[in-house]
Each structure stands twice: as structure tokens, then as C-alpha cells.
């Protein structure tokens, strides 16, 4: 039975603090189905949401959250493709107005009116917590429930951008902030599609992860004494990598990326540093063909074959778990950079 009252995160307002504490259980729309949360990751967007970075207002207060991995407990009447008990994850796009010429093109995050999960609308730092059907990922039950959360943002971002990029097979990613939790997924995932991978992070257990995960080499940003150079030497025939994907939350590497990619080469913006521009000289641009572009997160095809492919085991990547009530100790963590790889929240009972 679905009880009255729930457990929760709630940042009350900008800026925070978190508060621990219950509030009521969220009931299923029509078109909607209401999950009993197990699992939930904690991204680095949770953090930026909270403290009001990007130029997009956010909901307050709010439950954060969009990583949820659970059961479905209750479910609107429109809805069709899910069964109670079955498993479900919760995604960044709680919803979308599906009519959209973006949302008809399969470019659901692009939609004006999309309902993003932990941002406009309460997310999974709760019990139970509520998702557009159609935009809810079908989870298989041989499939752990823990492992899996970070895929629900994490894995489709990185695999999203790994396509968006063009790389092919036998080519070579240079992955900046690969020791994060984007980035630890981001290595599996390139792995996974044939490619070689190049890391770059700050610290030795970072270092250690990419080496574990199958790096073929680790530039420390916080003791290269010239990065650009370190980056290239680590590429065949230090000509630089086919493509470089940008997961950091720090402004430097989205100047710098042009100076280590290959001519002809794709710069794959997806972190979003608070008040930060992408800038490139237009002459190395031009002349070595250069393309830069963003990636936002991904289509619902996308989250099938990025789960997928970690259905099938070929994604591996270190995670810790918390329980529910130790977010607050994670964000500080994060703030600072410190976690390798992503932390999963456990919830209570
Ligand atoms: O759809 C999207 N575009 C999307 C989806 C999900 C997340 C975008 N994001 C964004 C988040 O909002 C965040 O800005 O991607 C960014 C990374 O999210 P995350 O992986 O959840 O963050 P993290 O675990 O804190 O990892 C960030 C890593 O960057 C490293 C840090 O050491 C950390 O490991 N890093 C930093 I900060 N500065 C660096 C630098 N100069 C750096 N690595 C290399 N060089
Ligand atoms: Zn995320």
C-alpha cells in the first residue's frame, strides 16, 4: 500500500540548505505512473539546480533528483506500456508536450514546454515520485537497480554525446572530467563503441579509476605543466583527438579543447560551468575545420540503447552508495570536486 507521507530532500530555496524531512506522496497524472524510488543518482546538475546557476528559473521549493531507478507503484489511466511492478527509471525529461516540431522530430529535450525532473518539476531525491509515462525508461528485472541509476542521466548524456561527435571505431576521445560521474561512464561507453580513450582529471584517484576503466592515458590538469602538449603525445601520432568531450565544470577546458583536437576533429560541449562561454580563434577554426557543438542529454531511442548496451554488461563503472539523508554531505563533496566517479542514494526502509 502507498503511504500518505514520504521521505525527502527539499531545498526550500535557492542557495539551499537541504532539509530532511517528510512530505506528502505525489499521485500519477492521467499519462503518468508513480515509482517507489530505490535507487536515485546524484549529478553534478542537482548541485547547479540547487543553487540557482544557469540562466533558467528553477522550481522552489525542490526535490532534486533524475537518476531514479524503482518499481512502478500506481499508474494513470492513459497508461498503457507499464504494469504495476514492473522497473522503472526517471530521466532529466519528466515530460514533454509531444507535438512540438521538436518533439515530432525525436528532439524531445529541445521542446519548449518539456517538464525536467528535479528542476521544474519534483525529482527522485524522494520515496516516490511521479513521470510522464512515455518518457519513463522500461528497466529489465535481471537488472540492478543501483548500478543502473547513473545510466538514467549519466550514460545516455555520454552516449548521446559520443554519437553526436561522428567518432568512429578505432578513433580516439579525449574525455574532460573522465574521473567525474559523467565521465566514468563516458570511458565505458566510448569503450564499449570501439574507440580509444584518452582521460583527462585532476588527482591520483581519479588517475586510478581511468586507468581501471581501460584509459590508454591520464593527463592530470592539476600537474601538467603544459596540457595541450601532454593531451596531443597521448593521441596517434600526436596529431591530436578525433573527438573531445567536455564534461567539466570549469570554464578553462572549453578554451582550450580547439588546441588539442585533430584537425577535422568535433568539440562535444555537455558540462555547464555557471556564467561560462566557449571560445575558439576563428583562424585555427577555420583552417583545421574544426566543429564545436553542445549535446542535452538525449532522446527517449537514445535512453533504450544506452541502457541496452548496459543490459548487456558492457558498462562497468565504479559507484558508492549513501544513504538518502546524506545528500548534503555528497554536494559538499562534489562542490569540491572530490568524488570519483558517482555516488548513488539509497532510500530509507
Ligand atoms: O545534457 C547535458 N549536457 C548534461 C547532462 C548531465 C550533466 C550536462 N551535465 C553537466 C552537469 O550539470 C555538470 O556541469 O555535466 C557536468 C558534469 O556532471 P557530473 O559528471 O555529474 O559532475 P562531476 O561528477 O562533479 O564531475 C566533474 C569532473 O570534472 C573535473 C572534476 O575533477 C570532476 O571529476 N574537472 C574540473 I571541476 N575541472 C577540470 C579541468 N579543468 C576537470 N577535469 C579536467 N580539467
Ligand atoms: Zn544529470
Known amino acids: 500500500s502507498i503511504p500518505e507521507s514520504q521521505w525527502a530532500q527539499v531545498a526550500e530555496q535557492v542557495g539551499g540548505p537541504l532539509v530532511y524531512k517528510q512530505i506528502p506522496v505525489p499521485k500519477p497524472g492521467p499519462d503518468q505512473i508513480l515509482v517507489k524510488i530505490r535507487y536515485t543518482g546524484v549529478c553534478h546538475t542537482d548541485l547547479h539546480a540547487m543553487m540557482g546557476h544557469w540562466p533558467l528559473p528553477v522550481k522552489m521549493p525542490l526535490v532534486g533528483g533524475h537518476e531514479g531507478a524503482g518499481v512502478v507503484v500506481a499508474k494513470g489511466e492513459l497508461v498503457q506500456d507499464f504494469e504495476i511492478g514492473d522497473h522503472a527509471g526517471l530521466k532529466w525529461l519528466n515530460g514533454s508536450c509531444g507535438e512540438c516540431e521538436f518533439c515530432r522530430q525525436s528532439d524531445d529535450p529541445l521542446c519548449a514546454n518539456a517538464a525536467l525532473s528535479g528542476y521544474t518539476v519534483d525529482g527522485t531525491f524522494q520515496q516516490y515520485a511521479v513521470g510522464k509515462a512515455t518518457h519513463a525508461s522500461k528497466i529489465p528485472k535481471n537488472v540492478p537497480l543501483d548500478a543502473v541509476a547513473p545510466v538514467l542521466c549519466a550514460g545516455i548524456t555520454v552516449y548521446k554525446g559520443l554519437k ?168 559538499e563533496l562534489m562542490e569540491k570536486g572530490q568524488i570519483t566517479g558517482r555516488y548513488v542514494l539509497e532510500m530509507p526502509e
Open 164 to 331: 553526436e561527435s561522428g567518432i568512429r571505431p578505432g578513433q580516439t576521445v579525449a574525455i574532460v572530467g573522465a574521473g567525474g560521474g559523467l565521465g566514468s561512464l563516458a570511458q565505458q561507453y566510448a569503450k564499449a563503441m570501439g574507440l580509444r580513450v584518452v582521460c583527462i582529471d585532476g588527482g591520483d584517484e581519479k588517475r586510478v579509476m581511468c586507468e581501471q576503466l581501460g584509459s590508454e592515458a591520464y593527463v592530470d590538469f592539476t600537474k601538467s605543466k603544459d596540457l595541450v602538449a601532454d593531451v596531443k603525445a597521448a593521441t596517434p601520432n600526436g596529431l591530436g583527438a578525433h573527438a573531445v568531450i567536455l564534461l567539466a565544470v570549469s570554464e578553462k577546458p572549453f578554451q582550450q579543447a580547439t588546441e588539442y583536437v585533430r584537425s577535422r576533429g568535433t568539440i562535444i560541449a555537455i558540462g555547464l560551468p555557471p556564467d561560462a562561454s566557449l571560445k575558439a580563434p576563428v583562424f585555427q577554426t577555420v583552417v583545421r575545420m574544426i566543429s564545436i557543438k553542445g549535446s542535452y542529454v538525449g532522446n527517449r531511442q537514445d535512453g533504450v540503447e544506452a541502457l541496452d548496451f548496459f543490459a548487456r554488461g558492457l558498462i562497468k563503472a565504479p559507484f558508492k552508495v549513501a544513504p538518502l539523508k546524506d545528500l548534503p554531505k555528497i554536494f
